[in-house]
């Protein structure tokens, strides 16, 4: 048992800068020494630092940037490649496994070795790799790095070791995929052209063995020529020069003709036993004009050409669209006999891929289904009906719908929610898919032993919301939510009007969800918040609307005369929040100059809506304009069901609401929720000095920056000629800022504030120096950047180097010290039971606020607790209680009792709104609290609260607001998200920071149990979607379309082999067709072709070390034990071996059992001659 003994009274919060931190993250140097007091804390701490292991889990969506798509026939999986060096491997549903080359370089190409669960890939950096997919992470097993040339294709021959490698230069090189090393056999472009041709035929862009005789390779060269070259005998059997630059080539299965796409959207058809010219030349969308010429079309980038028994060939295509038809979607072409069916794309194609029930290319092909990918999206068309309906596709792939914005995560939630969301969303699913199962259907999956229920929340740009299912490492979607729906529709204008409609006015910037009483909240960046309630039942309802005008700050108010029209304004010396704090001002209109005022940035519906079961929208709260100004972006939210209040605020100040009521509690800037209680000096300011100083435009810590990128957003846009200016006026004002700042003789937080121009601040005239960021015609802001796709530039920047230093750059004092100038913002709520004063001797209910300055507020409430009463008499909000300090922005609110364990907040039970009422029975609300006191039979009152900035975390004993502990997280960075997490039956604080280090700090000692340097912080995506939860787990987007899941539990880290899907399952590869007799017997020449003895080092010799250098793969032997670990992969490395050892004597046997028939019937058929023929005369004959 460790004791823990708290510090005396006041010791470290009487300033930020109270406790000496660290200079490196993570350090242990912040744990204070305790000092002895009347009584101890006995607190069991249970996590230790083996308790934690960051890695990967799983990554969801769709592969961002793909650039080349492969599919194993026989095992049913499918890989796409991407631009950043990812591989995904898919399967059935659960079986989904992201690969990453540890190069970086863009996937060129991939090949399966079909039923041999491996799989080549081609980079950009000219670097074969080898993948083994026997385990469960797939590892490189070998690479082969080509130092002279660069690849452009490649082919590997069903039941082949042997890889065909073509290159720029037009060369094609073999490669051993065993030992993945060159042959010494080359087939050099100028041997493959005739002698005299004078040009170069330039990059090979096609290779395929011919299907009648696989010692033939087709090689198609860039510049039109096609050659046939004879693998034994070393030289070309046919060469074809056409006009036309080829892209793809397709074999008919019999191996007697093939066709090609080419540049000006023609497809050739040729045969084998005339190849001076194409027998067919089709322009499938190009059509005869009047003057009797063909239309110009778009290239035809591919096409695959697969036979049918039962009807005529399939020959599918991409592109070939005439130009003059502008607009027009990518589409795939389908052409079935004279049918020819156009599929239109939401998305460029980047391959496709017909699926085919044989993998052998001398077999009728029989196509069943054709796998298109898109630059966002994956499709797969149903080739089995005539209208070729596509597949409804099992993975996450829509993610990126609309750009994610936001992202929550919620893990141990309660088991009943994840049906309830299925079985409402399940109403709204599309219709029209193929009935047909999924044809991905490879690999096994099963739900392991480490699961419980887990939703993934996504907010996105065009308002909507989806929920995931994330239980067991998988994905599924189980219902969407469209906020756009309680607004009108903005309306379209002309001039000014057109411009003042933003493009994305409902996009999502923060999420509050309780699961158990199933209230959902959204905030948007049109400074909006809805209230959402849940119902099983569809209802007819009308959206209450508030509206409040939060632009509380005594530097707006120039006289008493204006203070009058705006009833939540105070005087600068006023703290009272009472009474002209209660209620919104009446919604006004612009002024007549054109300014607007006292008016929402969206109009909800005002009439009865028919909802539909789910989530219903219940409140609305919007911020108003003022004076032509924009109101400011919300930056914290806080709900609780219990309470029945709803808690905000911005830069400006905090708003409180009492949703069950309808009404406004509190609105009030954050200078004036100090009272007598600030712990600053603050000095006056001017009146009427310019709203949004120029201290808005330096760097601060990230969690007041996300507001600055909401504001730049939000603000007009200006001109380039409009940023110079304000970049000059900036300079000059940062050239003056002093080196240091000082209040009360203590430092101050160095990354929770603005950066302030540095003159000091005295009163100015009307006629003072004055700096506007927008005119009151300007817009208010364009569209809203999604968190996939945001970047991090100032402003007065627009360069790279601006960009990073906004991350890496240490903030001095005098780019973020605390100026009087500067607005407070409130960066994080929460509500929970606790003690607002040291003298109070039970908890009540009370708000935590943490703002941008690292102050955080204690506002007790008196909440009537009578059903009844609950909702008639007023919930009255009292004086700022306890001011608590920390260094840097406040990010995140913990309360455990003294015990060490967790206190959830309170919260009601969820019941249907809209559920038929029982006349005998009266509804009543039922509360489920969790007070501080329920579990201190041994200790006696008081919890501990965990508070968390930007820089370091403290432990404060409750209600005596001593500080236990205190942790300096880091100096040279500064913390994006921090959560209170349970892991291992415990709980610990989990921090993320900008400087890529993920750390786990123990609680309440605030030892650190864990700090890896994870993931460096590259944009603002990552910051804003970036959240921990339970279970020891985390998700971030990894890009603007993939979800990347991660954990820090060691156990989670041990269970994850169980939970991932197996790719490889041992499958016998189908038997070829029965060729019959005569053509085994007298055409066979294809089973003869050995390119063992032909490609092999006694026949080819050794290929040039400089050509291409082997790099053994991490993997290695260890990685190929561990493959076959377990008795199913030593049966299938036995098989595997007994089939490559054994497919000589097969072949041989095969021969020999041939023979012996022929033998007989020879024998058959000469002894009947022979007993014909015995007792005939020669002259008979």
Known sequence: MKKFRKVLDGLTTSSPGGTIGSPSCGSAAGTPTAAPTPR?????????????????????????????????????????????????????????????????????????????????????????????????????????????ERITFCHLPFQSKWLYVGTERGNTHIVNIESFVLSGYVIMWNKAIELSTKTHPGPVVHLSDSPKDEGKLLIGFESGTIVQWDLRGKKADFRIYYDEAIHSVGWHHEGKQFMCSHSDGSLTMWNLRNTTKPFQVTFPHGKIQKDGRKESCKPILKVEYKTSRSSDPFIIFSGG???????????????????????????????????CETPYNNEVQEPYAVVVLLEKDLIVVDLTQSNFPVFENPYPMDVHESPVTCTAYFAECPPDIIPILYSIGAKHKKTGYSQKEWPISGGTWTLGSYTYPEIIITGHADGSIKFWDASAITLQMLYKLKTSKVFEKPKLGEGRAAELVEED??????????????????????????????????????????EVRLQCESEDVISPSENENNPCFTEPGSHSPQPHHQHPASPGSGTPEGIKDSIPCLKVKDRMVRVPPGYQAELVIQLLWVDGEPPQQITSLDINSAYGLLAFGNSNGLAVVDYLQKTILLCMSTLDLYGAADPYQRLTRSPRRNRQSTSEFCMRGLSNFYSDSKKRIRTSYQSLTELSDNQQSI???????????HVNGHCTSPTSQPCSAGKPRVPMGPEGPRLTRRGPGRPPFRKAQSAACMEISLPVSHTEESRENSFSRSRSSSVSSIDRDTKEAITTLQFGESYARKS???????LWVGTSLGVVLLIPMSIPTDQEERMEEPVTIGPSGAVLMLKGSVLRFGFLDCMGALIQSPYEVWRDPNAPEDPDRLRKRKLVHFSPSSSQDTCGEGHLAVVCSERQAKVFLMPSQSCL??????????????????????VCLACFCANGHIMTLSLPSLRPLMDINYLPLTDMRIARTFCFTNGGQALYLSSPTEIQRITYS????????????????????????NRGFLKGFFGGNANTFDR??????????????????????????????????????????????????????????ERTALMMTSAESFHKHAHELMLKCKDKKWYQF
């Open 40 to 148: 101890e804390i006995d607190v069991q701490e249970t996590l230790v630092s083996e308790n934690f292991q960051l890695c990967k889990t799983v990554r969801h969506g769709f592969p961002y940037q793909p650039t080349a798509l492969a599919f194993d026939p026989v095992q049913k999986i499918l890989a796409i490649g991407s631009r950043s060096g990812g591989v995904r491997i898919l399967g059935r549903p659960g079986v989904d496994c992201y690969c990453q080359h540890e190069s970086g370089a863009a996937v060129l190409q991939l090949q399966f070795l079909i039923n041999e669960g491996a799989l080549v890939t081609a980079c950009a950096d000219d670097t074969l790799h080898l993948w083994n997919l026997r385990q469960r992470r797939p590892a490189v097993l070998h690479s082969l790095k080509f130092n002279r």
């Open 321 to 355: 669209l005439s130009y003059d038809k502008a607009g027009r979607r990518p589409t795939l072409t389908i052409m079935h006999g004279k049918a020819i069916t156009v599929l239109e794309m939401d998305y460029p194609i980047v391959e496709f891929m017909a699926l």
């Open 505 to 546: 006015p409902f996009a999502i910037q923060m999420v509050s969800w309780c699961p158990q009483s199933r209230i959902f909240c959204v905030v948007g960046i049109s400074a909006h918040i809805i209230l959402y309630r849940f119902s099983k039942q569809d209802a007819n309802t009308q959206i209450v609307s508030l």
């Open 731 to 741: 300079d000059m004002e940062r050239s003056k800022s002093p080196t240091s700042d």
């Open 840 to 846: 109070d001797l039970v908890p009540t209910p009370c």
């Open 965 to 986: 502990f205190v942790h300096n997280i880091t100096e040279s960075s500064f913390v994006l998200r921090a959560d209170v997490v349970s892991v291992c039956n415990s």
């Open 1050 to 1073: 060691q156990e989670m880290c041990d269970n994850l082999q169980e939970m991932l899907g197996e790719l490889f399952t041992p499958t016998e590869t189908p038997e070829a067709q």
């Open 1092 to 1149: 063992e003895e032909l490609f092999g080092e006694a026949a080819a010799g050794k290929a040039s070390r400089s050509l291409a250098q082997h790099i053994p793969g991490q993997a290695g032997m260890e990685g190929m034990k561990v493959a076959a670990s377990g008795v199913v992969g030593e049966l299938a490395r036995a098989r595997i071996a007994l089939d490559e050892r054994g497919q000589r004597l097969g072949e041989l046997e």
